[in-house]
Each structure stands twice: as structure tokens, then as C-alpha cells.
């Protein structure tokens, strides 16, 4: 089961260990999909604040 995450910062962190990150666009949210080795972490987050994410994010971004 996914595991999804309130904090920016920490989703950020977790990054650092991730195999890559999945950006689904949609029109009034973004889902960030963080794939770690063992669990999968989801960020929900207003597109105005999503660009200043994906730039601070430690690993292969891919747009869904």
C-alpha cells in the first residue's frame, strides 16, 4: 500500500533514496509518486507549489 505524506520537506528527504519520482499533472492537483526500494510514498500538492518541489527532488523525475 502507498503511503502518503503531508510534509514537503519530508517527502524531499525521502527522495534521496528514491529510484525515481512519477508527476501525474491534473488540472487543480499534482500527485508526486516517490518510488523507494521497499514502499511507495504519494505527495498531493497545488500546481503553483509543485514546480518548487520537483526542482529540490534528488532523483529521475518522470512525467506521467
Do not use: G
Not at 524531499?12 to 523507494?36: D, F, G, H, M, T
Not at 511507495?40 to 532523483?59: Q, S
Amino acid at each position: 500500500m502507498p503511503t502518503e505524506i503531508a510534509n514537503a520537506e519530508a517527502f524531499i528527504q525521502l527522495s534521496e533514496q528514491a529510484a525515481y519520482c512519477a508527476v501525474k499533472r491534473l488540472p487543480k492537483i499534482v500527485k508526486l509518486k516517490l518510488r523507494n526500494p521497499k514502499q511507495l510514498y504519494t505527495l498531493k500538492i497545488d500546481p503553483t507549489k509543485a514546480e518548487e518541489i520537483i526542482k529540490k527532488l534528488h532523483c529521475e523525475i518522470r512525467e506521467v
